[in-house]
């Protein structure tokens, strides 16, 4: 936080948490949001010219690399929101509203690349773009919820009391994120378990795959991070308005009197 603190229109100080953030932050989160690109951009080289193809599947199977890695995004993600969630139903807390919202936003990012390459490698593999069964379909519905939270909290606006029911929505990534995981073992699926399974059989291709998820999590880390730095700016604007507005409005009755 700088140490200066701003002055309003009448002279006086506005309060401290209404101050801009310290330039040092930005540049850390431009650092951030820097190597998290370069890091996608290497893993996405590494892929494409040196992780050999699949013998049954082709090219087409290096999509597992990314479809992967944004699937553990999503969850991490959501699972996070949830926990944001409810504490902030427990406990009000402007920054943890602030986390928990960026956290959904990245995390329906996240959902949305998996439910797309997802087809795109499922075609390949099983001849459709996409089969009801449990793990697609939990993937599908945790992102319909994320979604939903989204549009309830820009309906509501700065309503506590939408803000309840759209955290209360929230809670239930968490449950949901799990069985997803545990979608495969407990009710089967076409669904392959390639780690399990023992499907990544070269260096070459563990390098990949570890590469990927390491990429895909350092940059919704830092998207997160920036989202939430963003409304959290957006929420010191909105005070620094009403206190203007209060301090404009004491000024001119004053004046009347």
């Not at 809670?171 to 699926?189: E, S, T």
């Not at 499907?199 to 350092?218: C, E, P």
Request: hydrophobic share 50%; charged share 15%; with cysteine.
């Amino acid at each position: 936080m700088l140490t200066v603190s701003p002055s309003s229109a009448t002279g006086a100080p506005l309060p401290s948490s209404a101050a801009p953030p310290a330039v040092g932050s930005v540049r850390n989160l431009n650092l951030a949001l820097g190597f998290s690109t370069a890091l996608v951009v290497g893993v996405l080289a590494w892929v494409m010219f040196v992780t050999p193809a699949d013998t049954n599947l082709g090219i087409v199977q290096k999509i597992f690399y990314f479809h992967v890695g944004t699937a553990f995004g999503m969850l991490l993600c959501l699972v996070g929101a949830s926990a944001c969630a409810a504490i902030d139903l427990m406990s009000p807390s402007e920054p943890i509203d602030a986390a928990g919202r960026a956290l959904t936003e990245v995390g329906l990012v996240c959902a949305l690349a998996v439910l797309t390459s997802g087809p795109l490698w499922a075609r390949k593999s099983w001849g459709t773009w996409w089969t009801w069964e449990p793990r697609l379909t939990l993937t599908l519905l945790v992102s319909l919820v994320a979604l939903a939270v989204m549009i309830l909290r820009d309906i509501a606006g700065d309503s506590a009391q939408g803000r309840k029911i759209a955290n209360s929505l929230a809670v239930l990534a968490a449950p949901m994120a799990y069985l997803i995981h545990i979608a495969v073992q407990k009710w089967g699926g076409t669904h392959p378990q390639v780690l399990q399974g023992g499907g990544i059989s070269s260096s070459d291709m563990r390098i990949a795959f570890w590469g990927s998820v390491a990429a895909v999590l350092a940059m919704c880390f830092s998207l997160a991070a920036l989202r939430y730095r963003t409304l959290r700016s957006e929420g010191q604007i909105q005070l620094l308005r009403l206190e203007l507005s209060a301090r404009e409005l004491r000024r001119n009755r004053k004046e009347a009197a």
